[in-house]
């Protein structure tokens, strides 16, 4: 009889940390703006942002920021010289701690492992985001590796 309230506490601690865990996440992202800084894309070495207009490494004129909202939404803006150059819609959700699912722009298509270097710089990655813009050109690359590191602003 003990025994099994004991088991059915430790199962209820286990399943409430686990809950806890992806609220913390989900907290930590949907508290503040995040900036884009890397993304890259299969086995290359360059950053994509780097194609993306007026934005080049080390040049403080580009931003491309995500806005995590609490509703499963997504917001990304890219600003070059405090213009938006373009905002675009997405979905993301966390189904599993230290897993996010996102669906942004022509290169988010996927569940990212998170990896927490610092509470404000993660580095997300996913062996099967689906790269949009390969989308006929190359299906061998339409779903591949794909690192994003981003900093909380």
Same mark, same amino acid.
């Given at each position: ?11 209820? /601690?286990?399943?409430?940390? /686990? ?19 890397? &993304? ?7 950053? $994509?942002? #780097?194609?993306?207009? #007026? ?8 931003? $491309? ?8 939404? &997504? &917001? ?21 701690? #230290?897993?996010? $699912? ?35 050109? #190359?299906?061998? /690359? ?6 994003? &590191?981003?900093?909380?602003?």
């Amino acid at each position: 009889m003990f025994r099994v309230a004991g088991m059915i506490v430790i199962v209820g /601690f286990i399943v409430f940390s /686990f809950n806890s865990c992806k609220k913390i996440t989900t907290d930590q992202l949907v508290n503040g703006l995040w900036k884009l800084d890397e &993304v890259y894309i299969d086995t290359t070495t360059s950053n $994509y942002l #780097n194609h993306l207009q #007026n934005y080049s490494n080390g040049n403080n004129c580009c931003l $491309y920021k995500i806005d995590f909202e609490r509703d499963d939404r &997504v &917001v990304a803006y890219y600003l070059t010289y405090d213009t938006f150059t373009n905002v675009t819609a997405g979905i993301w959700n966390i189904p599993e701690y #230290n897993k996010i $699912y996102i669906k942004l722009d022509n290169f988010m298509d996927g569940t990212f492992d998170i990896l927490k270097p610092t509470t404000k710089k993660w580095d997300l990655t996913s062996g099967a985001n689906h790269i949009k813009f390969l989308d006929g050109t #190359n299906s061998p /690359f339409d779903t591949t590796y794909t690192k994003l &590191v981003m900093e909380k602003i």
